[in-house]
């Protein structure tokens, strides 16, 4: 069965320090897609990355950047010079099922409360 | 309005009452999703629609009634609903063709059964 763990459960840094969140997935299948969202305070989940099974490339989006290791099963996200409004609970997702008749299912991590203090 | 827009945000409701939650989805996608985010656990699925029509019901007690009329518009009809079932109601989207797509989410809708 699919599983993301999040061990992290919550991580405290000062403005400008680099701050990495860990994710470890579990799966069967060798066709997944791996997401990560932002949730701030207001509540939405805000998309940040997907990432295909098949692509281990390391991304880099400004300040934030994703490393996928098939090895360890692991897709770590870094944010680096970290800032007050990065704030929020950051989710890791699995997606390895799509559904008869469309749409795919996400299996969510239980999610990294960041908090960025001046 | 632009993404994806939820409505009440906030709701109280006794035991006995019937509500619904609305969702509304402005991206083009033909699919839509309904989670349950309670604290200290993960997002749970709910229900899935696609194309307008349900592909997943992820044992959800029967007190939960979702409805898709269009593929922009999903419903979650609540009736005599218990105290447990107090959460964040997040509604979601996302294309279907492509296969493993980034869904998008709207706001939620704080849920309080007294």
């Known amino acids: 069965a699919q599983k993301v763990t999040q061990a992290q459960t919550e991580i405290s840094v000062v403005e400008k320090e680099d701050v990495t969140l860990d994710c470890v997935y579990e799966?069967?299948?060798?066709?997944?897609?791996l997401f990560w969202y932002k949730q701030p305070p207001s509540g939405e989940l805000v998309f940040l990355i997907r990432?295909?099974?098949?692509?281990?490339q390391n991304e880099i989006s400004g300040r934030y950047s994703w490393n996928f290791q098939k090895s360890t099963s692991s897709f770590n996200f870094t944010i680096t010079a970290s800032q007050v409004v990065d704030s929020a609970v950051y989710f890791c997702a699995l997606s390895d099922l799509i559904l008869t008749g469309g749409g795919n299912k996400l299996t969510f991590g239980t999610g990294t409360q960041l908090k960025v203090e001046l | 309005e632009t993404g994806v827009t939820q409505t009440p945000r906030h709701l109280v409701m006794g035991m006995t009452n019937k509500k619904s939650l609305k969702c509304e989805q402005h991206?083009?996608?033909?699919?839509m999703y309904w989670y349950k985010q309670s604290a200290k656990k993960p997002l749970e699925l709910m229900f899935v629609y696609s194309l307008e029509e349900r592909v997943e019901n992820n044992s959800v007690p029967s007190r939960f009634s979702p409805e898709c009329p269009n593929s922009s518009h999903l419903f979650l009809h609540l009736h005599t609903l218990q105290p447990e079932d107090s959460a964040l109601y997040l509604c979601?989207?996302?294309?279907?063709?492509?296969?493993?797509?980034?869904?998008?989410f709207g706001p939620g809708t704080r849920l309080t059964v007294l």
């Open positions: 979601a989207s996302s294309l279907t063709s492509g296969g493993f797509n980034e869904q998008f």
């Open positions: 990432r295909n099974s098949f692509d281990e």
């Open positions: 799966t069967r299948d060798t066709t997944y897609y």
């Open positions: 991206l083009g996608h033909n699919a």
